[in-house]
């Protein structure tokens, strides 16, 4: 069974930083792209940065918003990716997901994601 589980979300005030983890299992970490995603009462589900799988080179992609202040990477060891985030904005509100499965390059779409974690919400306060 492919289980993912995020944690690290907490309320930091603006200009602070967090680290989001998402812990896995059940599948071959490798083989498979990591979306790390955020999403906001009433909005859809976004893509903030995402990783391609081991055979596509690992290549990373960073939301415009993000870049520069978010830094996605992984464990292979451990079956873990994270999510730094560094200067967070109050616009970085939100539940934010990791998921795996479906896809060995980076998309950028939900749908391209079979498996979920159950998401950890990060609140930034001005």
């Keep these: 069974e492919v289980q993912l589980q995020a944690s690290g979300g907490g309320l930091v005030q603006v200009g602070g930083s ?5 812990v896995t299992s059940g599948f071959t970490f490798d083989d ?5 995603f955020r999403q906001v009462s ?15 080179g690992r290549l990373i992609y960073y ?3 993000v870049r520069g202040r978010f830094t996605i990477s992984i464990d292979s060891a451990k079956k873990t990716a994270y999510l730094q ?3 967070l904005k109050p ?17 950028w ?5 079979d498996y979920w974690g159950q998401g950890t919400l990060v609140t930034v306060s001005s």
């Design 91 to 107: 616009e970085d509100t939100g539940v934010y997901y990791c998921a795996t499965g479906g896809t060995v390059v980076a998309g």
């Design 32 to 36: 498979y792209a990591i979306g790390w």
């Design 85 to 87: 985030m560094n200067n």
């Design 42 to 56: 009433g909005k859809e589900r976004e893509a903030v940065s995402a990783i391609s799988s081991r055979d596509e």
């Design 63 to 65: 939301k415009d918003s």
């Design 18 to 22: 967090l680290r989001l983890s998402c």
């Design 109 to 113: 779409a939900p749908q391209e994601y």
